[in-house]
């Protein structure tokens, strides 16, 4: 599994009251992890009965603990605390990522928006060739980035895949669009989203887009 920092944005975008723990950003196929029942989006709070209190603390202790051992895993879940028993293996990819290919995305006429500074297009068997998307990677991909926008401020960039937004997974640009209305009105002061950086099922990461004021 892969993990990242929660930082301040990530953090007031997840409901959290303050920074804490270790965000997965995608989770090995086959692995003890998702065999556990761990999500992409999941924080990591306690491993083994042990604090986990930035995301630094998870590799050490999961190195410290023996491999093969069954331990507790706390996280917190769309700001819910649940408790998962998972057997410790290494966090580095030792297994192979399987595809999978659900057909979901819409083939017919690519739908489009443009939020926060960026263009999202619903995917395509072309935008996945010209940006080379691996297979497995479901979403909209950002096809322009307006300089000036929120989407620059975080790095996006043309062929980046956006899988989730709010939390809820994207099948088409339409969703993102929905999804940044829905925080707009609930007033929140950025959007959640899970990225693809470049296309790429290894290259996934949490970003906290800011919404216009």
């Known amino acids: 599994m892969k993990i990242?920092?929660?930082?301040?944005?990530?953090?007031?975008?997840?409901?959290?009251?303050?920074?804490?723990?270790?965000l997965i950003a995608d989770v090995t196929k086959t692995g003890p992890a998702e065999k556990a029942g761990i999500e992409a989006g999941d924080v990591v709070i306690e491993f083994n009965g042990r604090p986990v209190n930035a995301m630094r603390d998870l590799p050490r202790i999961v190195a410290e603990t023996k491999i093969g051992k069954q331990v507790t895993v706390k996280?917190?879940?769309?700001?819910?605390e649940m408790t998962l028993t998972t057997e410790v293996g290494r966090l580095e990819d030792g297994e192979k990522v399987v595809a999978q290919q659900d057909g979901t995305a819409d083939k017919s006429a690519p739908a489009v928006a443009t939020v926060l500074g960026m263009t999202v297009t619903s995917m395509t068997d072309e935008l996945k060739t010209k940006y080379s998307i691996d297979a497995e990677v479901k979403g909209a991909v950002v096809t322009e980035v307006d300089k000036e926008g929120s989407a620059a401020d975080k790095r996006l960039e043309?062929?980046?895949v956006i899988t989730e937004a709010g939390e809820k997974p994207?099948?088409?640009?339409?969703?993102?669009a929905e999804r940044v209305d829905e925080a707009e009105k609930s007033g929140k002061s950025s959007v959640l989203l899970l990225v693809a950086k470049g296309g790429k099922q290894s290259e996934m990461r949490f970003i906290a887009l800011k919404l216009k004021k």
């Open 4 to 22: 990242q920092s929660v930082t301040d944005d990530l953090a007031e975008s997840m409901g959290l009251q303050r920074p804490r723990g270790a």
């Open 75 to 80: 996280v917190l879940r769309k700001g819910k």
């Open 158 to 160: 043309p062929g980046d």
């Open 170 to 176: 994207v099948t088409g640009a339409g969703d993102i």
